[in-house]
């Protein structure tokens, strides 16, 4: 099977930065898009951004020009470079991951358990 394990997160004042990592483990053939959600209390789950295999990358609006997405192909690993940190960016952050567990099979969705970013002062 495969594990996504976040970590990073924690407490941080507004104008603040922070690093996300995640990393996925398991029988994995290759990962194809890796993304970043976050959930705040009585909130949705809402996207954040996007990193495909081969680099692009997509953010929600509320985050662009603070945020960056990136990954290490080699290492299985999505990070996300959270800056200018503000209370509503405050939310448990979730790393999804596209799986593919073989050749020729069609790729699985992956979450990870979570991880708090608490942005206060």
């Known amino acids: 099977q495969v594990q996504l394990v976040e970590s990073g997160g924690g407490l941080v004042q507004p104008g603040g930065s922070m690093r996300l990592s995640c990393v996925a483990s398991?029988?994995?053939?290759?990962?194809?898009?890796m993304r970043w959600y976050r959930q705040a209390p009585g909130n949705q789950r809402e996207w954040v951004a996007s990193?495909?295999?081969?680099?692009?990358?997509s953010y929600v609006d509320s985050v662009k020009g603070r945020s960056t997405i990136s990954r290490d192909n080699a290492k299985n690993t999505v990070y996300l470079q959270m800056n200018s940190l503000k209370p509503e960016d405050t939310a448990v952050y979730y790393c999804?991951?596209?799986?593919?567990?073989?050749?020729?099979?069609?790729?699985?969705?992956?979450w990870g358990q979570g991880t708090q970013v608490t942005v206060s002062s």
């Open positions: 990193i495909t295999s081969s680099g692009f990358t």
């Open positions: 999804n991951a596209e799986v593919q567990l073989s050749r020729n099979v069609q790729p699985l969705g992956y």
């Open positions: 398991g029988s994995i053939f290759s990962i194809n898009v």
